[in-house]
């Protein structure tokens, strides 16, 4: 009888092992439409940009405004509720199975169960099919990430993927135009393209150095490399 109960004594620890073991946090599948947006002092205010969201099985998701690009990828959410997809972060403040509230610095973000036809995915032709790109002129104006793709799982810090590019061409200051972290406000870019080099690469100063390589732009989109990074951007209307 000693015997048995040393034995059972030595197993608890292992038994209530599984209980503190933890799980990845994910949000439940489901499509959802902004009906309610505030101000970050909680006033109601008008929008006609409607945000839709979209989270898959395990952790994709897929995001687009009223007649935007469709911005898709693996989405991770930290045990205090940061909602990080990429090219964007929320904080959770409330889901429930027909509501939603999301919250940045921008504002808050009211969402109901949405019930729409699905909208066709944008589907990308093959990059083998890419012109040649030997001008920055080609590439003026501004452009927004709608994808990214990386070689493995793992997430970009926020100040440095990249949300946006502004080209400018060729100006007064020397400056070609700029780049913009998720972090970044609209009028205080980290970085400003210095240089196109003859392979096809924005060369950027500003935080800190980095090259960007041009991989395509034609038919209104452009992509990006940087360290097996590719950056899918659509030009801005």
């Known amino acids: 009888m000693k015997r048995y109960i040393f034995f059972l004594l030595l197993l608890l620890p292992f038994a209530g ?3 503190y073991k933890k799980k990845a946090k994910l949000i439940v599948p489901g499509r959802w439409r902004e009906v309610v947006r505030m101000l970050p002092d909680s006033t109601v205010t008008v929008f006609r940009d409607t945000l839709y969201m979209s989270f898959e099985a395990k952790d994709s998701f897929s995001y687009h405004f009223r007649n935007g690009f469709i911005y898709e990828g693996i989405y991770h959410i930290s045990e205090d509720s940061l909602l990080d997809l990429g ?3 929320y904080r959770v403040l409330e889901r429930k199975p027909s509501r939603m509230v999301l919250t940045n610095s921008r ?5 109901a169960v ?4 699905v909208i066709k995915t944008i589907v990308l032709e093959k990059e083998d099919s890419s012109l040649p790109v030997t001008d920055i002129d080609v590439m003026i104006g501004r452009w927004t990430v709608y994808k990214r793709a990386t070689p493995g799982p793992g997430t970009i810090d926020a100040s440095e993927n990249i949300r946006s590019v502004y080209i400018t ?3 007064t200051d020397g400056k ?13 870019p980290s970085w400003y393209i210095k240089e196109y080099t003859s392979d096809q690469s924005l060369a950027c100063a500003g935080k800190n150095p980095r090259t960007l390589k041009v991989l395509r732009c034609q038919k209104g989109e452009l992509i990006l490399e940087e360290e097996q990074i590719k950056y899918y951007l659509k030009l801005y209307k």
């Open 114 to 117: 949405d019930s729409t036809p």
């Open 176 to 188: 070609l135009g700029y780049v913009y972290s998720g972090a970044d406000a609209d009028n205080n």
């Open 87 to 89: 090219t964007d972060r």
């Open 17 to 19: 092992f599984g209980q």
């Open 107 to 111: 504002g808050i973000f009211h969402f």
């Open 169 to 171: 061409g060729a100006s």
